[in-house]
């Protein structure tokens, strides 16, 4: 098997599925999964098979670096790019993989330049023999579990959230900024490659294809508005972590209130004790008491006087 050909399936009319090695090799009977790989060099080549009858414009589409979910119909047959969650190790979820399809006659094409459970999911079905049962049927399998695979992420940050607002009522001594601004961006960033997606599915479910039957635009349906629940939730999680984001500014701004109040009455309170010490320490002649021994001990009484006296003013007026 060439290395750009990650997977080539065929399903024959006895329901019994066949790996085949090369696109040359593909039988004139049942329908075909062909699963490929877009890194490799031999790629452009292999989709411009005539076995496959890929139009040549969909072919760049199928090849683009960068793409946005769609739905584009080229004559007799379909391109349609959807995304799942990034699940591989060490990888952010957010980092959603594009997966490519091209659907015409009795194959189905689907590309891609990274790793994605869910593909994994479909191949392992097939190695079980879960087998499909037409061109519709992998196409909605392939989009379920697309949908699917997102829910973990997606109940991962509402958990984060919860927790936050959580922990904001139980300690608000801590700073949960980042993690703040971390769910914040993960959000955004999935919301605003889901709503492209959503559009893509509604979109597919309108074209009514002869090769997609009443229960393929129900489960088509399903996993459309599974993506919209989706989106709902990422809106109200961004909400949710916006409001935790005001909450705590809130509690660093009344806490900073606070702080600045009680400099402000200690400054009050000492303000005319620096006023005394300030005018009976310049160097002319006529300060009181300047032969007095017991001057100083004196000053140091007037002194805590004042400062119980303005004490008792201040709590009678309630400044603190």
Request: hydrophobic letters at 45%; one cysteine or more; proline letters at 3%.
């Amino acid at each position: 098997m060439t290395s750009e050909i990650l997977h080539i399936y065929n399903f024959d009319e006895t329901n019994e599925v066949h790996k085949i090695s090369n696109i040359s090799e593909l039988p004139n009977t049942g329908f075909n999964w062909i699963h490929l790989d877009a890194t490799n060099t031999n790629i452009v080549k292999t989709l411009s098979a005539n076995s496959l009858s890929i139009d040549p414009n969909a072919q760049i589409a199928l090849l683009e670096e960068e793409t946005r979910p769609r739905v584009v119909k080229f004559g007799a047959g379909l391109l349609m790019i959807l995304r799942g969650v990034n699940l591989n190790d060490d990888a952010d979820p957010q980092d959603m993989i594009s997966l490519r399809f091209w659907v015409e006659g009795r194959n189905i094409v689907t590309i891609r330049r990274r790793k994605l459970k869910a593909v994994q999911d479909i191949v392992q079905n097939i190695e079980n023999k879960k087998l499909p049962n037409s061109i519709g049927d992998i196409l909605c399998q392939l989009v379920e579990r697309l949908a699917e695979r997102m829910q973990p992420t997606i109940a991962g940050l509402n958990e984060t959230t919860d927790d936050l607002e959580e922990n904001i009522l139980e300690n608000s001594e801590r700073d949960y900024r980042e993690t703040i601004l971390e769910v914040r961006k993960k959000s955004i960033i999935l919301k605003r490659h889901m709503k492209p997606q959503s559009d893509a599915l509604s979109e597919l479910i309108s074209l009514n294809l002869a090769w997609l039957d009443a229960n393929h635009s129900f489960q088509l349906n399903q996993s459309a508005n599974n993506i919209k629940r989706y989106i709902e939730d990422l809106e109200a999680i961004r909400e949710r972590s916006q409001v935790i984001m005001d909450e705590i500014t809130n509690k660093f701004s009344e806490k900073l209130n606070k702080n600045m109040y009680l400099f402000s009455v200690i400054a009050a309170i000492f303000l005319p004790l620096s006023f005394l010490t300030g005018l009976l320490g310049i160097n002319v002649a006529g300060i009181p008491g300047a032969s007095d021994p017991n001057a100083f001990l004196i000053f140091c009484l007037i002194l805590l006087a004042i400062v119980i006296v303005q004490i008792v003013l201040f709590k009678k007026f309630k400044w603190f």
